[in-house]
């Protein structure tokens, strides 16, 4: 089966390496555009991913047979509704149906049909309404941006001039003013059809710039897998309460989910709570949890993309904890550092069970990598439990020296041993 991937980031590079890990030929798989990480395992092609009638053509050129869209980007330019008007079996929802991530308002109202438990909003449009939606909750405020915003849509603070500059900075494409809530958050990914689900493994994910969870929000620094903490039951209730419902409101609209649905939640002492839908694997989580994977990946993505998830395996994973650390540029997330080359790869490699997933790199014609801003790449590690993964994981990244980058160094530190 001849796969396209599209994206560049370290999502796409471990959706890649859970491909191959799993069984598919790495002859098979073609990622654009890719990065400098992945083309040293797969062919990369310079092609726009957000440029649907480019990927189509492409895809029908290569005889692509399963096309995996990574980031949302693609999925909100309608590059999986060309896709599929070519014939070809996408892994990612149509445009409208993407809007459970492009839009948080959309999301709360496919909530509220579907009687989900989340989070009381206000939907504001002026910089007026903002300031009474924050004055009926209170502090700590909770301001989102409506639409995408690459992971830094969200503020939570206590400082109310805080949150009404993140309003300010994203007003035009509207605001979700929603109320706190407390308690430990789940990323938890669920395979969708159309009409069934299927849940992978729970993470955890860190979104803070800095350690004990300073700092603004980001992408994300860093994510582990499995949860031990979590309570018995949880998957099973998630499935019944959130993910299904969700999957048959979409349905009742017309726009039937095909793809990955991010559940982002929070368990409170209320219970369950949904802080947040995304139509894509998230990043860092993926990194973790196919780390994790034993199933084949291309059979799974497979029957979720042509309705046939029924009669597809249960996915099973290792035993094994897996925790990834993200390496930052110097000023992520306020900024980007310019292109630095990066030093110490092989040697971060050499440690015991560790994989890099790339994501803001560039091969040189002399072989240098370079970092190009943000997010630069993702040491994966896993072990026999929390304390052997973390160990492997600060070995690697410690060999690795990229000019004034940043990472935390207390990933998964409260689960150790």
């Known amino acids: 089966m001849k796969i396209l ?128 939606a924050l004055d009926d909750f209170g502090a700590p405020y909770v301001v989102k941006a409506d639409g995408l915003a690459a992971g830094k849509g969200v503020i939570v603070t206590s400082d109310r001039e805080a949150a009404m500059a993140h309003a300010r900075k994203f007003i035009d494409m509207g605001i979700l003013v929603e109320e706190f809530l407390d308690g430990q ?46 309570p018995a039951g949880f998957v099973d209730e998630v499935q019944r309460t959130v993910a299904q419902p969700t999957i048959d409101e979409m349905n009742r609209l017309g726009e039937p989910f095909v793809g990955l649905l991010y559940c982002g939640l929070i368990l409170t002492a209320r219970g369950i709570r949904v802080i947040e839908f995304n139509a894509r694997f998230g990043d860092p989580e993926t990194q973790v949890v196919l780390r994790r994977l034993i199933t084949p990946l291309a ?53 015991e069970g560790v994989e890099i997933c790339h994501a803001a790199t560039v091969a040189l014609p002399d072989g240098t990598i370079e970092a190009t801003g943000g997010r630069v790449l993702s040491v994966v590690a896993v072990g026999k439990d929390f304390t052997h993964a973390r160990k492997h994981a600060y070995q690697a990244i410690e060999h690795i020296k990229l000019e004034g980058s940043h990472y935390r160094t207390d990933i998964a530190k409260k689960v150790a041993n």
């Not at 959706?15 to 990065?35: D, E, Q, S, W, Y």
């Not at 993505?301 to 035993?319: H, K, M, S, V, Y």
């Not at 900024?335 to 790869?345: C, D, E, K, T, V």
């Open 299 to 351: 059979l799974l993505l497979r029957a979720a993309a042509t309705g046939n998830l029924e009669t597809a395996p249960d996915p099973i994973f290792t035993d094994e904890a897996a925790i990834t650390v993200v390496l930052a540029s110097e000023g992520y997330p306020d900024s980007a550092a310019p292109n630095r080359p990066i030093h110490g790869l092989h040697h971060a490699l050499a440690v």
């Open 185 to 230: 958050e789940v990323s938890l990914f669920f395979l969708a059809d159309g009409l069934t689900v299927m849940p992978l493994t729970p993470a955890q994910d860190f979104k803070r710039a800095y350690n004990d969870d300073k700092g603004p929000n980001t992408g994300g620094m860093g994510a582990y897998s499995p949860l031990p903490w979590l």
């Open 5 to 132: 991937v599209l994206g560049s980031g370290a999502r796409e590079h471990a959706i890649v390496k859970g491909l191959i890990r799993t069984g598919t030929p790495a002859a098979n798989i073609i990622v654009a555009p890719g990065n400098a990480g992945i083309a040293q395992e797969v062919h990369c092609a310079a092609l726009n991913a957000n440029d649907p009638i480019a990927v189509t053509a492409y895809a029908v050129e290569h005889a692509i047979e399963l096309a995996i869209i990574g980031p949302e980007a693609p999925l909100v330019a309608g590059v999986s509704d060309a896709l599929r008007a070519a014939d070809i079996a996408v892994f990612g929802p149509s445009q409208k149906a993407a809007q459970l991530e492009g839009s948080k308002s959309f999301a709360k109202e496919v909530m509220a049909a579907a009687d989900i438990p989340t989070g009381m909003a206000h939907e504001c449009r002026t910089l007026e309404e903002v300031e009474a």
